[in-house]
Structure formats: structure tokens, C-alpha cells
């Protein structure tokens, strides 16, 4: 019998994950079907029931749910305990919840496997201090940089996260127009880039070998990286090799079965390009 996986958040229609996940399948051989799931606001915890009573295996979960899922969750990854938010959930043989946060994974892959780029010893300046960023900055930190800056609009919710993950590294907040220094790689944890703005931060947190990561992508560069290729940035990378690489954490995950992403990356960006 064919397992039934989705993605479930609102709105939903635009999402690339059955594209990814059933691309998946098909290279692996694992008899699996993945399909979009639209949740009403206020009935995120009922659809997700309905789904998993109706033979459903696992889910990812994307905006504006995943802290949902971190509270309906009966266990958790530490990467899952550590984020406060969930993007996987995997419906255990005795019917419980368990939840995960492939995001953090799915970035340091990306960086390190896909794009070649060493994070132990590096300075990392991380811009926003929401969900998004909360999901990687354990995977980054396991990475032993030399440090890590978190900027935000907000100085106090930077703070309060350079706290919380101060165990694992050193880590400190600062507001975006105060950060000092250049950096070896610069991460744009917000979502500026989708209305065409930049994260006012100065010029000189660039030089001449910095790579800067969007985890927005688009059809076109994105603002970020059209900006940092003005300051002189060595590499600019958008988050679309995140996406499909945070899916094969997630399928592995499920499935036990780690699938190749190169294929599936490769189609995405020659669908944009048509």
C-alpha cells in the first residue's frame, strides 16, 4: 500500500515540495505519494488529524504552522527542542507524533556540501532574529565558526537568542546598523528579500572573500545578493538548494533512505528559467 505524505500550511498552492518529495520516490524506488494540504488558521491541530486517521505517514509543515506543530508534537528532536519550531512530522508505529526541524540541516548542506564552503573558523553575521533563523543556528554552530553575529531590527530578540544558544558557541546580538567588522559569511534570515528591501546594515560587513546565503530564491537574484555583488562579495547563494536539501533531510528522515538532490535542484532552476 502506497504511504500518503504532505505538506501542510496556508496558503499552500505554491509550494515545490510534492515536485521535490515525489521526485524523491521515483529515484529511490520508495512507494510513497506526496500532495499539498491547505489548513484553515484557526484548524491547524483538526487537519492534521484528519490526515494521519485517513492513512497519512508523515508531514512537513511550513507557514504559519510550524510552531503549531512544535506545541502538538508528543516528542522531539533536539534540533526540534532547540528551534521551538517543527517543518517534520513522523507518525511513530505506536500512533504518536514525533517532530523535527530539518531547516538547519538542510542550510549546512547546502553551504558546505553543495557550494564548497568551510564554516569552522569563519566569522558569521546572521541577519533577523525570527523562526528562520532559530532552525539553523545549532546545525551552524556544530560547525565550530569562529563566531557568530546575530543581527536584528529588534535588538532584544536577537539577544534573547544569542542567550539561548549560548552553550553551543560564541554567539552575540547587535542591531543591524551597529554590527561591526566584515564577515566570511553573511546569511539573510529574513524575509526583506520578497518585497524587494534590504536589511539596512553597513557596507563594510563585506569583503572581497565573503559569501552571502539568501534563503529567500527567486526567479531573478534576489535584492540581497544583487547588493552584495555591488559590495565586492566573492559568492552569492539563494536558499533554493536549502529547500530541496531541508526535503531529503526530511525523507530521510521518514524513509530511513537518504535520496541525490543535484538532479532535483537542477530541474527546479531550469523550471524558473522558462
Not at 494540504?37 to 484548524?43: E, K, Q
Not at 490526515?51 to 502538538?72: D, Q
Not at 546580538?173 to 546594515?201: M, Q, R
Not at 562579495?233 to 536539501?245: N, R, S
Request: hydrophobic share 40%; aromatic share 6%; net charge negative.
Amino acid at each position: 500500500m502506497t504511504d500518503l505524505y504532505a505538506v501542510v500550511g496556508n496558503p499552500i498552492a505554491h509550494s515545490k515540495s510534492p515536485d521535490i518529495h515525489n521526485a524523491f520516490a521515483e529515484q529511490t524506488g520508495e512507494d510513497l505519494f506526496y500532495k499539498t494540504l491547505l489548513a484553515p488558521l484557526d484548524d491547524f491541530e483538526g487537519e492534521v488529524a484528519r490526515f494521519l486517521e485517513h492513512g497519512g505517514s508523515g508531514l512537513n509543515v511550513t507557514v504559519p504552522f510550524k510552531e503549531n506543530a512544535f506545541r502538538l508534537a508528543d516528542s522531539l528532536t533536539a534540533r526540534a527542542q532547540r528551534a521551538q519550531a517543527v517543518n517534520t512530522l513522523k507518525k511513530m508505529p505506536d500512533g504518536t507524533l514525533q517532530a523535527d526541524n530539518t531547516d538547519g540541516a538542510g542550510l549546512v548542506r547546502d553551504l558546505t556540501v553543495n557550494h564548497s564552503v568551510n564554516l569552522t573558523g569563519k566569522r558569521i553575521l546572521l541577519l533577523g532574529a525570527g523562526g528562520a533563523v532559530r532552525g539553523v543556528l545549532q546545525p551552524l554552530l556544530e560547525q565550530d565558526p569562529a563566531g557568530i553575529v546575530i543581527a536584528n531590527r529588534t535588538v532584544s530578540k536577537a539577544e534573547t537568542l544569542a542567550k539561548d544558544f549560548a552553550d553551543l558557541g560564541r554567539i552575540s546580538a547587535s542591531g543591524f546598523a551597529e554590527v561591526e567588522g566584515s564577515f566570511d559569511l553573511i546569511i539573510n534570515g529574513t524575509s526583506a528579500s520578497l518585497a524587494g528591501e534590504l536589511p539596512p546594515i553597513p557596507v563594510s560587513v563585506v569583503h572581497q572573500n565573503t559569501t552571502t546565503y539568501d534563503m529567500m530564491y527567486g526567479n531573478q537574484k534576489t535584492v540581497f545578493n544583487l547588493w552584495a555583488e555591488e559590495q565586492g562579495a566573492q559568492k552569492t547563494i539563494d536558499g533554493l538548494g536549502m529547500l530541496v536539501e531541508q526535503a531529503a533531510e526530511a525523507f530521510y528522515v521518514w524513509r530511513g533512505v537518504r535520496p541525490q538532490t543535484a538532479r532535483v535542484m537542477q530541474s527546479l532552476r531550469n523550471e524558473r528559467r522558462r
